[in-house]
């Protein structure tokens, strides 16, 4: 038998470690207070190792995790999404878990964390890099943008063929003047052209397409990954 705690013995932890002040300061930098505790993440990413341990290893500990992890996420507490993400198994994650949780995105950090902890995982990954940017609701397609952005971090056995694959679908929708949509078209695009040379090449002729634009969003995405891309410091690090 595993010793995972209950997800109401974990909720009652990480209301122990509330912090107002906290979330008066998350809230300073985009963070929706509503159900938000103000635990940091240096806790709540301590406290996953701790759950993911004490699952060990045996055959029932995984479906536990994802359990635990459902559970955590009903609740509606901010933090305990984050955690949620964090335990959870990207094997047993389903494509109506992830459009439901999606679907429940309200702050940027949660949507952020769950897409490049867990979702970007999972075996449908490169379908919701390519699907949810077209998707009208701002934190679903910030999810999006996020999935691109994961991938191209975390997924090293793609071949550039499929970040390639990615430009257009970042220049199409980088018109969205929303902020959390347009910084998120600007992560995604960075993080392809961070990749090599050749998709930092591609990626640099996007920026400059989008800089060139009327919309002010598509301006400001291309600004914003032209000068990173361009940087003697990325330019440095991918010639190595």
């Known amino acids: 038998m595993t010793t995972l705690p209950s997800a109401e013995e974990v909720l009652t932890r990480l209301r122990g470690q509330a912090d107002p002040a906290n979330v008066e300061g998350m809230a300073r930098y985009g963070i929706n207070p509503a159900g938000t505790l103000g635990v940091p993440m240096p806790v709540i990413r301590t406290a996953a190792k701790e759950l993911k341990k004490a699952a060990g290893r045996r055959d029932e500990g995984p479906v536990e995790r994802h359990d635990l992890a459902a559970a955590l996420w009903a609740s509606g507490v901010h933090e305990a999404r984050?955690?949620?993400?964090?335990?959870?198994?990207?094997?047993?994650?389903?494509?109506?878990?992830?459009?439901?949780?999606?679907?429940?995105f309200d702050s940027w950090d949660v949507c952020d964390q769950v897409c490049s902890n867990l979702f970007d995982r999972t075996a449908f990954a490169w379908d919701l890099a390519r699907e949810w940017p077209s998707r009208e609701e701002?934190?679903?397609?910030?999810?999006?943008?996020?999935?691109?952005?994961?991938?191209?971090?975390?997924?090293?056995?793609?071949?550039?063929?499929?970040?390639?694959?990615?430009?257009?679908?970042?220049?199409?929708?980088?018109?969205d003047g929303r902020n959390l949509v347009k910084k998120g078209a600007s992560w995604a695009l960075r993080q392809i052209g961070k990749r090599d040379l050749r998709l930092n090449e591609a990626a640099v002729q996007v920026a400059r397409r989008l800089a060139a634009r009327d919309d002010p969003a598509s301006r400001w995405v291309g600004r914003d990954a032209e000068r990173e891309l361009t940087s003697e410091k990325t330019l440095e690090r991918l010639r190595r």
Request: proline share 3%; net charge negative; aromatic share 8%.
């Open 82 to 104: 984050i955690l949620a993400a964090l335990v959870d198994v990207p094997a047993f994650v389903t494509r109506k878990q992830a459009e439901d949780w999606a679907a429940a």
């Open 138 to 175: 701002e934190f679903v397609r910030r999810a999006g943008f996020v999935m691109v952005a994961a991938l191209a971090v975390h997924d090293k056995t793609a071949s550039d063929e499929a970040f390639l694959g990615m430009l257009p679908i970042v220049e199409r929708h980088a018109e």
